[in-house]
């Protein structure tokens, strides 16, 4: 069996926006491209098309449904990893189309390209956030958010620790729930971090501080996927479980940026807030931030003595300056002095944390696994450089959490890239 040879299409119909016409078009897909990404609240897919004949009616599948966008797609994808272990097909799932592009017809073949959305993107540009919300949970705040698209699925929200009052002013729920988890503050923190990712998998909605995917990595450390970086290429006819595992091609995207770094507050940086109803300002002394985490998918690692902030006097130390003004009794009908948002606890702490996040960027092609999704963690490793049989690289190799996740289907091969990041180095 070949390992990243073509993946099966168990099932991949197109329904028409009355549901009384349903085609397959398994033959004609020429490509197809699955994406999910941590900064993404939708699913996206792309698939090409090449049709002959008369399909629906003695007319073509692009004017005889006809697809004009908001038609249900419905695919399963079987791949050979699938096939390995003897599994059901992972990839089954329903898409709309948004987009009909590169649409050609010479007469006897047409083509054209599908660009899809989950049905949640469609409803997202339908709903408006029209309510206060204040007395509870960021979290709590965004699933009840979120619970207005009526979603398939809601998984995996993290707890937050904070509250923000907020009212909606008619936004569409995908732009608050961005919005609020930038602002996020993962139960326990103390302070020290801030910052979560609202994202959706075909499993559903996921709401998850950067400290939480950590923790969550390091947790399934020994049963995370894992991928290996060999010198050859194994043979996948004799050992096609070992070949599933091979690292068949990967890039560094970036590995630490010490200017972008500091300019992004990752090392520290100082904060300005001012109060509109006393007129105070926050107090130098208590306006540096210093990051403070513990929580590493790697190993300790020494600063540059230039970018150290303990080696930097105080004059010097703030690479970036994060200022604003509080907001203080906006919210509530009558005279009130409540500060309804302080961001002195979590905007440097948001700069910090999703910054040292991406500090190590690469992207890896491997054979077709449509188990993973994004936000899931992988164990990389790599090779240590040796004119002897090479050791296992201790820096290089660790813990990654998927950033961007790629299925491509070709019709004679099948791959999953994968945007991988973390924040440290080391195993």
């Given amino acids: ?24 078009i398994i033959g004609g897909i020429t490509d197809f491209q699955y994406f999910e990404d941590l900064h993404s609240p939708s699913t996206t897919a792309i698939v090409q098309v090449t049709n002959t004949g008369n399909t629906i009616e003695g007319q073509s599948l692009y004017n005889g449904l006809p697809i004009r966008g908001g038609e249900r797609v419905h695919f399963k994808v079987k791949t050979p990893v699938d096939a390995l272990s003897e599994s059901d097909a992972k990839l089954d799932y329903v898409m709309y189309v948004d ?17 899809l959305v989950s049905r949640e993107a469609i409803t997202n540009e339908q709903t408006r956030v029209t309510r206060k919300y204040q007395g509870q949970t960021i979290d709590k705040t965004v699933e009840q958010i979120v619970s207005l698209l009526e979603p398939l699925s809601i998984t995996k929200f993290e707890k937050c620790q904070n509250t923000i009052p907020i009212i909606g002013n008619m936004r569409k729920p995908f732009t608050v729930a961005v919005m609020l988890a930038a602002k996020g503050v993962p139960v326990g923190s103390k302070d020290s971090s801030a910052g979560f990712f609202f994202w959706q998998t075909r499993d559903g909605f996921r709401f998850k501080s950067v400290d939480g995917l950590i923790k969550e990595a390091l947790a399934a450390k020994s ?12 043979d996948p006819y004799k050992n096609p479980s070992r070949a599933a595992t091979q690292i068949l091609d990967f890039q560094v995207n970036k590995d630490n940026n010490v200017v972008e770094g500091l300019s992004k507050g990752e090392k ?24 403070d985490s513990k929580i590493k998918l790697g190993g300790n690692e020494t600063e540059p003595a230039v970018a150290d902030p303990e080696n930097i006097p ?43 996040f991406f500090s190590i960027d690469y992207t890896i092609l491997v054979p077709c696994n449509t188990n993973l999704t994004a936000g899931d963690p992988v ?15 201790t820096q290089q190799s660790g813990l990654y959490i998927i950033k961007e996740i790629t299925h491509k289907f070709y019709p004679t091969k099948s791959y999953t890239s994968m945007r991988v990041v973390r924040d440290t180095h080391g195993t």
């Fill in 99 to 115: 987009t009909i592009s590169h649409v050609a017809n010479d007469g006897q073949v047409e083509s054209f390209t599908l660009h």
């Fill in 314 to 356: 105080i004059n010097y130390l703030a690479p970036r300056i994060v200022s604003g003004v509080f907001n203080v009794g906006a919210l509530d009908v009558g005279v009130s002095t409540a500060v309804n948002y302080n961001g002195f606890y979590d905007l440097s702490q948001a700069f910090c944390r999703y910054g040292t």
């Fill in 268 to 291: 520290s940086s100082y904060r300005i807030f001012f109060n509109p109803l006393d007129f105070t300002i926050t107090q130098p002394q208590d306006s540096v931030f210093k990051p």
């Fill in 223 to 234: 049963s995370a996927q894992r991928y290996y970086f060999r010198q050859t290429v194994d």
């Fill in 379 to 393: 164990y990389l490793e790599f090779p240590k450089t040796s004119e002897e049989t090479p050791d296992v690289d």
């Fill in 1 to 24: 069996m070949q390992i990243t040879g073509p993946a099966v299409y168990e099932k991949f119909t197109i329904t028409s926006k009355d549901n009384n016409k349903e085609v397959s």
